[in-house]
């Protein structure tokens, strides 16, 4: 392997790590003040040769570049490769690469030492210039994606321009077999976020060294004109020495240059994000000095501010509420300190420090009074703003497309509500939508606003669980004792609503299992204020249910979700159209409903959720990519308004798991669950996502769960049959999706995933009829693309066409339609056409990728595509991506079959084939497949597949 340099990149922030070093040493408290930072280090070496360099040079006198010449190839080097993820892109995991193993010519692998969004990092051996450091080998559609590049060749530039002891040292950037990877300072130590889990907090004297040093390198980084932009403890470094290092540029961006997202966009990790930040607007360098007040205040409580234990961040609180100094949650802090940490914690941008340099002034200010017994009180400049050195911002920089991604290191605090004593049962509360009196259909909105009102009140009770609104809809006036034992519910209320005019009477009755009256009271209210009512019942039913309410619920209760009844009738309506999206146009209406819903009231978090979930419903029927933008945006604002809604969760957790964040997505799911363990929607979600990390008994018992908490609606029904489906047991699916068409009998999805199962099974004969029957109800882009493939498959390609094509007209944006008419073209002698098929389903997984790079469908049908193209090696690292990804899934291994297969390496692809069976994909779609011939005529061919009686 040849490495081609091509210039600088940054590091990947917790993955430098390797084992803690434990207690830090004596340097993290050395008194500091009264000396430069710089004597405390060694001396800086070149990045080429290894010799020393002046203290802000990355390169000696030797290797530095002439006047009027540039280093070669740098940034520049990356435009010589092709840009597509599908040319150049390497699946570099652990299992390729093993201790001692080389890379390139220059580098001996050691160790893996982590792994972060970019890709995996080793500790290696340097044998140019003869020390240890750290590689990263960058993810292959990290490197591929015309955004992630050009986010790439920004960092390389602007990690190459800070050279400074307090920031990570990068060496080198270069390329070996199309696999991309960055050298850079190995630091061997531990985050400050590790550092202050093992240690609670850090003494005052300690914290102002420490952040002296951080100040350092930000000073070095803003004097380059850069803004850091996602600081936090886990992107600082304290090596062995105790020295501190600022790592990862990955959100940076260099003042008043282009950058790669517009004014409006929210980046950064949420906790540690300033107040601009979390709105959106133009940031500069202060930004950065705003997150290290937060860092300070960490080091010193153990907590992050406002350190009370609630979930919002502090840039997420009202403007009002302000930060305590952390002498009044610790003991030991000097006034100066506190005085220190709120000046970086102003609101307002002009009333923090000017600069890092006066920050690192006034902490040296404080260390001083330390080391003497007295701290005095440092000097807090309040004239004109002092500019640091470079252009000022005009814009909020370069970005990843998900910020909620980012934001999964945010730990969201426990209430502060006292859970009932062990063993106390809590009660099940199932609120039913109240009977209309009137049978007035105009009305009906005021008997489903009522009881979700209630359900949002209650569920905000820890002591109570509530069944979800859309576990109850369907409920209406079945038995009392049939609707409490299918949704586990120890309570019903039920009752009725009556307008007359302006004024409203509403019923409410709580009852007993048994059909017994526990409470019962009648209310009277107006349609301008519905909200008087639902409060005022709330706190009846919290009393009848003899619930004992701390200060902090009882202001839950009182909370209104919004002051606007037209707000709330618009949201109601909004959301019974996201119950159905399977219906044309509902989601649209529900789009168009829920922002009519923020109109009235700007400040409803739970028309932001729903609005987010409403985005990202779009984002998976037309695959927009604009729409997950939209829904990122609409989640993150809910979250600022009620971080402790459940509906605002659950929205995070479904954005989380569409875009390839599980663990954080499964976290989310659990607190949703903490609050309503009878909420089938999160148990749904939980167990398709367990599914999809390869956990198939946890998924299915969460499956389960969700079915028997709300047997009669149909999505937990289907979600259930498709788990046994990509399980390969397909009689499980048929009942399932049989059951769905009982639901829903006008529902096409039904009768094309019953087709589907037929199909899979090898009854070719009840497929196409299940299938008719859902083009029947409404054309089916999969309907029409099964009925295809069972032409395709028994040679009618000519018959195969017509149905493909429509498959594809009616959804462009699916890769699996676009291989079967891609196939069938080849097929009929039409090469051309196949191929621009194929090329067509390249760019489908591609944008997939973009939304979510750990979807390992489209990374093997990715690659699929590209042996399909003739790309052979790209092919074989995309399917190695995949198979890290998913291991044991079999429509995985079987696309790694037919990438063997049309390689010519037959023997792999049996292998592959094999395993592929035993994980539960179909004999009946293996035999139907004509990418398999060439293995028809082996003997293990003939053992794993027997010809059919």
Not at 86 to 95: E, G, K, P
Not at 201 to 222: D, E, F
Not at 363 to 391: F, I, K, Q, Y
Not at 451 to 480: K, M
């Amino acid at each position: 392997m040849k490495a081609r340099r091509l210039g600088v990149e940054r590091h990947e922030g917790n993955a430098m790590r390797i084992a803690a070093s434990g207690a830090c040493p004596g340097g993290l408290t050395g008194g500091t003040a009264g000396r430069t930072l710089r004597a405390a280090f060694p001396q800086m070496t070149c990045a080429q040769c290894g010799g020393e360099t002046a203290e802000d040079a990355s390169l000696c006198a030797a290797c530095a570049p002439r006047p009027g010449s540039s280093r070669a190839p740098t940034a520049e080097g990356l435009d010589a490769t092709p840009a597509g993820p599908a040319q150049h892109a390497a699946a570099l995991t652990a299992s390729h690469f093993a201790p001692g193993q080389p890379f390139g010519d220059r580098y001996t692998i050691v160790e893996e030492v982590g792994s972060g969004g970019m890709g995996h990092v080793y500790k290696a051996i340097d044998r140019k210039l003869g020390k240890t450091v750290a590689l990263k080998l960058v993810r292959p559609l990290a490197a591929g994606q015309g955004l992630a590049r050009e986010r790439f060749r920004r960092e390389l530039s602007l990690a190459q321009a800070v050279t400074h002891p307090n920031v990570c040292r990068v060496h080198d950037l270069g390329e070996v077999d199309g696999a991309l990877y960055i050298s850079m300072e190995f630091v061997e130590g531990q985050t400050l976020d590790d550092l202050i889990q093992s240690m609670g907090h850090l003494s005052p004297k300690q914290t102002a060294a420490l952040g002296r040093q951080v100040c350092a390198g930000l000073q070095a980084i803003h004097e380059r004109g850069i803004v850091h932009r996602d600081l936090k403890p886990g992107n600082v470094m304290v090596d062995r020495s105790g020295h501190a290092i600022v790592m990862d540029f990955g959100l940076a961006y260099h003042q008043g240059r282009d950058r790669l997202t517009g004014a409006g966009s929210v980046l950064g990790t949420l906790a540690y994000l300033s107040p601009e930040q979390a709105r959106g607007r133009t940031t500069d360098h202060r930004s950065d000095l705003y997150a290290l007040g937060l860092i300070l205040f960490e080091m010193l409580t153990g907590r992050r501010p406002p350190g009370d234990g609630g979930s919002a961040p502090l840039a997420l609180r009202e403007p009002g509420e302000r930060c305590p100094p952390p002498g009044r949650l610790v003991s030991g802090v000097p006034a100066a300190l506190d005085t220190v940490v709120l000046r970086c914690l102003e609101r307002e941008p002009e009333r923090r420090f000017p600069s890092a340099a006066d920050l690192e002034l006034a902490l040296a200010s404080v260390a001083t009074g330390l080391s003497s017994g007295v701290a005095p009180l440092p000097r807090l400049l309040s004239g004109p703003l002092d500019l640091v050195r470079g252009p000022r911002s005009r814009g909020i920089g370069l970005a990843m497309a998900l910020v909620l991604v980012l934001a999964g290191a945010w730990i969201w605090r426990s209430r502060t509500t006292k859970p009932p004593p062990p063993g106390t049962p809590r009660p099940v509360i199932a609120v039913l939508p109240l009977d209309n009196v009137n049978k007035d259909a105009a009305d009906e909105r005021w008997g489903v606003g009522v009881a979700d009102s209630l359900i949002t009140h209650l569920a905000s009770l820890p002591a109570v669980t509530v069944v979800s609104r859309s576990a109850t809809l369907e409920q209406r006036g079945r038995p009392t004792r049939a609707v409490a034992r299918d949704l586990g519910a120890t309570y019903l209320v039920n009752g009725g609503v009556q307008r007359a005019g302006h004024q409203l009477h509403v019923t409410l009755n709580l009852v007993r299992p048994d059909d017994t009256l526990a409470w019962g009271r009648e209310y009277e209210g107006t349609v301008e204020d519905p909200f008087s009512i639902n409060r005022r019942a709330a706190e009846d039913l919290s009393q009848a249910l003899q619930l004992t309410l701390t200060e902090a619920d009882r202001e839950r209760l009182t909370r209104q979700p919004t002051t606007s009844g037209e707000a709330y009738d618009a949201y109601s309506r909004g959301r019974a159209r996201l119950e159905r999206p399977d219906v044309p146009g509902n989601v649209t209406a529900a789009i168009e409903t829920l922002e009519e819903a923020i109109q009235h009231d700007p400040r409803f978090a739970l028309a932001h959720a729903a609005l987010g979930e409403a985005h990202w419903t779009r984002y998976q029927e037309t695959k927009d990519e604009t729409a997950v933008a939209r829904a990122r945006d609409e989640i993150t604002e809910a979250l600022r308004l009620d971080p402790d809604q459940p509906l605002t969760r659950f929205a995070l957790a479904r954005l989380y798991q569409g875009t390839g964040h599980a663990d954080e997505a499964i976290e989310e799911i659990h607190r949703v669950l903490a609050l309503q363990p009878g909420n089938d929607d999160a148990h749904r979600v939980l167990g398709d996502i367990l599914l999809k990390r390869g956990r198939s008994e946890e998924a299915l018992a969460e499956l389960r769960k969700a079915v028997d908490l709300r047997p009669n609606y149909p999505e937990n029904q289907r979600i259930l049959g498709r788990a046994h489906y990509d399980l390969g047991q397909y009689a499980d699916a048929v009942r399932f999706f049989t059951r769905v068409t009982e639901l829903q009998p006008d529902n096409s999805r039904g009768y094309q995933m019953l087709g589907a199962a037929y199909q899979a099974s090898g009854d070719k004969v009840r497929a196409v009829q299940s299938y008719e029957k859902a083009n029947a109800i409404r054309p089916d882009p999969k309907a029409y693309a099964g009925i295809g493939i069972i032409h395709y498959a028994q040679g009618r390609f000519e018959e195969a066409v017509p149905a493909l094509e429509e498959s594809v007209r009616l959804d462009p944006n699916n890769a699996q339609q676009l291989r079967y008419l891609g196939d069938t073209y080849r097929h009929l002698g039409q090469p051309a056409k196949a191929r621009d098929s194929y090329l067509r389903a390249v760019g489908v997984c591609e944008s997939l990728l973009r939304i979510n790079p750990a979807d390992a469908q489209a990374l093997s049908l990715l690659a699929l595509f590209e042996a399909k193209l003739g790309r052979a090696a790209e092919a074989r690292r995309h399917v190695a991506s995949a198979m890290d990804l998913r291991p044991n899934d079999p429509n995985v291994l079987y696309r790694k079959a037919v990438v063997h297969i049309v390689a010519g390496e037959n023997a792999e692809g049996m292998s592959a084939l094999e395993a592929a069976l035993k994980n539960g994909f179909s004999p009946a779609l293996a035999r139907q497949d004509n990418d398999l011939s060439p293995l028809r005529a082996l003997p293990a061919y003939r053992v794993v597949l027997p010809d059919r009686p």
